[in-house]
Structure formats: structure tokens, C-alpha cells
């Protein structure tokens, strides 16, 4: 293994791609370079909040490494790591469909990139480590809650078999920054932090984008627009390292190497998302600029995973026109890809790369249904309805608002038609599918309007005298129809009650069922051991089907820990999400007392990234899911249907 002082740095990229010859560190255009070099900017007082062991083994670091006071000094941003180089990227971004020209790594820093014992090459980089040159009106800095989330969704996510940016450690410090967490003009001074960040690149489709020439629509254009040259060594660069067989294929022909590299992108692009959807994530802001090259889940900010199913699902609050909503996300990310053959298109004709797209939508079709089949414990046959079987579980959840991730995963306790006791076992997993069903109070507060009565009456007045600027302005049309549709439903659903929705949910749940087992049934062959089938179907099952995710409230819940200095949430929520698949390891040593503040409920939304979070009972419904009900600091149980009060969470 490797110490600090001895990782093996080999910085290529800052080889093979052009840096800025200006020395200044402070917010300008970057034009004629890929990279800006950089300086430490130190915090007070670092401090280890987390560290994932897995991460750090990347880089040959063990645990003595990790447990040394120099730990801190050097992934705080404070010292040097010897070999090291540091720079901050630059790249442009499309947000919200709109070109937004020059961006960069506002609060992140290159370290370099180290090479392994195995030869595997990784970028590290800090990020929150202070201000650069691509910083605009911002500190550079990250904050407590923003780093534990992003710090830990990076590992929950590779260890649900993602690929994904890794995250070696959270780093926090007594330097404070100024937020004003609620937009409210009552700014607060919260921590500064720092998390280190591993991944084979960062190049991101923005990468690309710094040689867009001017945008009609935003009246911008990239910081170096028409310089071909640059932008054939950062292809050149990019497939000869991350696409090496491409490379090799087509050592001659620039023009066919590059299109192999495009539909390699969109290839590993359409598998990413189709992995998202299968597990209900929601990344929040999929602009360009958040779109990894080498096809892995890149910067963590206001993401999400669903609780109660919904397609329409938004998690970041801020995004009023539902652009980065659940269901749109496969479209969105074919969007992006057509964005980046739009900036690569000095190299390779633009047409040419769009004429592909279609390839995207196979490979996505392909990869979820493959997925999906999995889910369900359909292995033996590919039927022609199983997509409308999986499109009618998806809708069932979606009319009960039943928990996401609890539903897929109670379903490998059903017995093959046939087997001994299967009746039981349908009857006990209707009743576990309606327990996971919202209450007719939790649906009533879904469909409560949010908007304020002042803003529906404006929209409302331009929806008749101007929908062009309504639908350039809070949403415009999406949002405004959002919101009727809620009043509408708000008044179908004032005389609800439990009794009258867990009837209808029972019903619309024994018929789905009833499908489901009769779709089972042709699993089973004459000759069939159903034991050893039952075996099977439950072990493929519960590899696809996580136990755990990092749903918003247990991230809360161990922010608002950490916060008071008690970093322990931190590490045991690491640990669950190291298992999520598994029912049989030891988790013991993740149980906590609950807190004195249990049931506390608090918001935080911001620039950094926030979540509301609280406390509440676990069902005792849940507990059949649960071998030992592993609980957190709150003293809820981490698989346990979500408390009231995850309705209101908000992040932004």
C-alpha cells in the first residue's frame, strides 16, 4: 500500500490538453485552455467526518493512512500532496435547456491523477476547496449538509452497482461560509467542507461545449469557439484513454473513431439512466455540464431517491417546469447527447452523429427491460407482456402512492404457483403492498396546492393575455397546470377516508397480484424443483431489488447529527448503504439510541443542497421485510416505510 507522500501520480490530462497561462485566481473567461492552475486555499481546523475504506483502497491508501492528523491537512485542501497538480476544469453547460456559456469547476480542484498497484488510473480532485477562476458570484465553497449527502450517495450508488463518481472522504472545518438556507434574507454561517472526489475522468458533454459558437437564444457563446485544434486533442485524448478498443479499431480514420467514440457514449448514457430508473433515482439537474463522458453518475446536488411512487416525480424543488422530473429523464439524457453532436460537430458532421440517436432508445428499451425482468423474478422466458406487466405494477404503485423501493423488494417473498403455502405467502404480501400505500391523509397533502393564491391568479391572467412569457417564466404553463390539477383532486378527495382507500388499494393490489401469478406461473415447467426455482427467482431478486437507499430523511438525519459534532450517523448510514442488497449481514454495530430530538422535523434548501428531516414509528408491517430491524439514530428502522413528514422534504 501507498502512504500520503507516496501516491504514484501521473497527471496526464494536464499533458494533453492545453492550460491557461494566467496565474490569477479570480472569476474571468477562459479562453484557448481546457484546465486554470490553482492554488490551496486552507480552512480552519480540519476535521474527518467520514471516510469510505473501498474508495481510498482505489489509491493504495489503508487504514493507517486514513488515521493520520496529515489525513485532514491534505484532503482539507490545507497541504500539498507530493506529485500533485492543481487545476480547476473548464467546460460550458446547457441548464434547463438554455445555453449558459462559460461554467468550469466553480468549487472544485484537480489534484491529479494517481495510478494504482493494478495500473488503473484515477482523477482525484476536491471539491468545496475555494474559489477559482470559473467561481462567478460564488465562495467556491461547500457546506456540511451538501458534502455528507453528495459524500454519501457517491458510495451508496456504486455499491447498488451504478458507475458513479466515488467519494474517499468528507472533510469539514471551522472555516464558515454565509447561506441563507431558505431564500429568505436570514443568512446563517454554516461550516466549511470539503469531500475528495475519484473517478477515471470528470471530462463531462459541457467538456465539449467551450467551442460553441454564439447561442441565438441565451446570446452566448463558448469561451473558445472555433478552435478545432483544441477540440481534436480533447477527442484525441478522451477515446485513447477512456475508449482505448475504440482507439484501436480506428487507428486512422479520425472521422470513424470518433463516431464509434459517440455511440459509446450514448451506449453507457442509455444503460446509466435505464440503471436510475429501475431503482427510482433522480438526479435533480441533468444540464450538460452534469453529464460524465465516460458514462457515471456525476455531481451530486439536490438528487433523489422516490419513496412513494410517481412518475411526475420532481426532486429538486427548483426545478418549477418539471424538466428533470423521473419519467423525463431518459429523454432528457438523449437531449444531452444530441447537444454533445452538436459540439463535437467540427470534428465529426453533426447529422451524422444525430443520425444514431435511435440507437439510444434500443439500448435503453434493452437494458431496463432486462433489468426489470430481474425485478420481478422473470427469468426463464421473455414474454412479449411483460412490459405491460411492469407498466401495470409501476401504475398500481402510482395510484396507491405506495413506497418504491419496499414494493419491488417484498415481492421475492412470493412463492412459484404451486409450491407448498404460496397462497399464504400472495395473502401476507397483499397485505405488506397496501401497508406500504399512502394514507388517505398523506395523499390529501399530495394534492394540496402549493402555489400562493396571488401567483395562480398572475399565471392565470397570463395564460390569457401573454402565454409566451408564461411559458418562459416559473414553469410557465407545466407548473401552472401542475397546480390545477392538484385543486382538482383536492376537492375529489375531501371525503377520503383510511378505511374507503386501503379497500380500494386491497383491490387494485389483489388484481395486479392475480396477473402477476399467472405470468409467474409459465417460470414453472413439468419438470420444474420448485424449491431450488423459488431459490433462484429470490436470490436474482434480491440482487436487483436494494433493501436500503439513501432516501432524503436518513441523509437528514445524519446531518442534523453531525452538526451537533457527532459524525457516527454518518459512518453507520455508510455502512447500511454498503449491503443494500442484503438480508443476512451483520449490521449490529449500526444501532443507535434515538436522539433526544427525535421527531424533530427541520428544512434546509439551498445553493449546497438541503433536505428536510425528522422522526417517526416504524410500521410493524415493515418488520416481515426486516431480519433484524436495523435503526438509526432517530430510531427508525432504514428500510422502514417513510415517516409523515418525508412528504415535505425540499431540496434545491
Not at 437531449?335 to 440517436?357: D, R, T, V
Not at 393575455?465 to 378527495?493: C, F, I, T, Y
Not at 431450488?532 to 436494494?546: D, G, I, Y
Request: charged share 25%.
Amino acid at each position: 500500500m501507498a502512504s500520503l507522500e507516496s501516491l504514484n501520480f501521473d497527471n496526464l490530462v494536464l499533458r494533453s490538453l492545453p492550460i491557461d497561462s494566467a496565474e490569477e485566481i479570480q472569476p474571468r473567461q477562459v479562453k484557448g485552455a481546457c484546465f486554470s492552475k490553482m492554488k490551496l486555499s486552507p480552512v480552519a481546523n480540519p476535521d474527518t467526518v467520514a471516510v469510505s475504506s473501498s474508495a481510498l483502497r482505489l489509491l493504495d491508501l489503508d487504514e493507517e493512512q486514513w488515521q493520520r492528523a496529515e489525513f485532514a491537512e491534505y484532503f482539507g485542501g490545507n497541504k500539498l500532496l507530493p506529485g500533485s497538480q492543481l487545476a480547476a476544469h473548464c467546460y460550458c453547460g446547457h441548464q434547463f435547456g438554455y445555453f449558459a456559456g462559460q461554467l468550469g469547476d466553480g468549487a472544485a480542484m484537480y489534484l491529479g491523477e494517481v495510478v494504482n498497484k493494478a495500473g488503473k488510473r484515477w482523477e482525484i480532485q476536491l471539491k468545496g476547496s475555494g474559489l477559482t477562476p470559473y467561481s462567478r458570484q460564488a465562495d467556491g465553497r461547500k457546506v456540511l449538509r451538501s458534502s455528507i449527502r453528495e459524500f454519501l450517495c457517491s458510495e451508496a450508488m456504486h455499491h447498488l452497482g451504478i458507475s458513479t463518481t466515488r467519494a474517499g472522504c468528507c472533510i469539514t472545518s471551522d472555516t464558515k461560509v454565509i447561506r441563507d438556507v431558505f431564500y429568505s434574507g436570514n443568512p446563517i454561517r454554516e461550516k466549511a467542507t470539503v469531500i475528495l472526489r475519484i473517478a477515471p475522468t470528470f471530462i463531462r458533454f459541457g467538456s465539449f461545449e467551450i467551442f460553441k459558437p454564439l447561442d441565438p437564444m441565451s446570446g452566448r457563446q463558448g469561451p473558445s469557439v472555433g478552435r478545432k485544434d483544441i477540440l481534436d486533442k480533447m477527442l484525441d485524448y478522451t477515446i485513447k484513454t477512456f475508449y482505448p478498443k475504440v482507439y484501436e479499431d480506428h487507428p486512422e480514420d479520425t472521422g470513424a473513431r470518433n463516431l464509434a467514440f459517440y455511440k459509446e457514449v450514448m451506449r453507457l448514457t442509455a444503460m446509466l439512466v435505464a440503471e436510475w430508473q429501475c431503482v427510482g433515482f433522480c438526479h435533480g439537474v441533468l444540464n450538460t455540464d452534469n453529464m460524465s463522458i465516460a458514462g457515471a453518475t456525476i455531481d451530486y446536488g439536490p438528487f433523489g431517491f422516490m419513496d412513494a411512487y410517481n412518475p411526475d416525480h420532481i426532486c429538486n424543488t427548483s426545478d418549477d417546469g418539471g424538466r428533470y422530473s423521473y419519467k423525463k429523464q431518459p429523454e432528457i439524457c438523449r437531449w444531452n447527447l444530441g447537444k454533445l453532436a452538436e459540439a463535437i460537430s467540427m470534428s465529426l458532421p453533426e447529422q451524422e452523429a444525430k443520425a444514431e440517436l435511435p440507437l439510444y432508445d434500443e439500448c435503453y428499451q434493452r437494458h431496463y427491460m432486462e433489468k426489470m425482468r430481474k425485478k420481478l423474478g422473470l427469468l426463464r422466458v421473455a414474454e412479449d407482456d411483460d412490459k405491460a406487466l411492469i407498466e401495470s405494477f409501476l401504475d398500481t404503485m402510482d395510484q396507491t402512492k405506495a413506497d418504491f423501493t419496499n414494493c419491488f423488494r417484498c415481492l421475492s417473498q412470493l412463492l412459484l404457483p404451486g409450491t407448498p403455502g404460496c397462497d399464504d405467502a400472495k395473502e401476507k404480501i397483499l397485505e405488506y403492498l397496501v401497508s406500504q400505500s399512502c394514507t388517505a391523509e398523506e395523499l390529501k397533502k399530495a394534492c394540496k396546492p402549493q402555489m400562493d393564491p396571488r401567483e395562480m391568479q398572475m399565471m392565470m391572467m397570463l395564460m390569457q393575455v401573454n402565454p409566451d412569457l408564461l411559458s418562459q417564466l416559473a414553469g410557465g404553463h407545466q407548473r401552472l397546470l401542475r397546480e390545477l390539477q392538484k385543486m382538482e383532486q383536492a376537492e375529489e378527495l375531501k371525503d377520503l377516508t383510511d378505511a374507503k382507500k386501503q379497500e380500494t388499494d386491497r383491490g387494485k393490489w389483489s388484481a395486479w397480484l392475480d396477473t402477476y401469478y399467472v405470468r409467474l406461473a409459465k417460470e414453472v415447467t413439468t419438470d420444474a424443483n420448485l424449491e431450488e426455482r423459488n431459490q433462484e427467482r429470490s436470490k436474482v431478486m434480491n440482487a436487483n431489488n436494494p433493501k436500503f437507499v439513501l432516501r432524503n430523511y436518513i441523509a437528514q438525519n445524519a446531518i442534523n447529527a453531525a452538526e451537533k459534532g457527532d459524525y457516527s450517523e454518518v459512518q453507520r448510514v455508510l455502512k447500511m448503504l454498503e449491503t443494500p442488497y442484503s438480508d443476512t449481514n451483520d449490521l449490529e454495530s449500526l444501532a443507535a439510541k434515538p436522539s433526544e430530538d427525535e421527531g424533530a422535523s427541520t428544512s434546509t434548501a439551498d445553493e449546497d443542497s438541503g433536505a428536510t428531516a425528522g422522526a417517526g414509528p416504524s410500521s410493524a408491517s415493515n418488520q416481515q421485510q426486516t431480519s433484524t430491524a436495523v435503526k438509526s439514530c432517530t430510531g427508525l428502522s432504514y428500510d422502514s416505510k417513510p415517516p409523515e413528514w418525508a412528504a415535505n422534504l425540499q431540496v434545491t
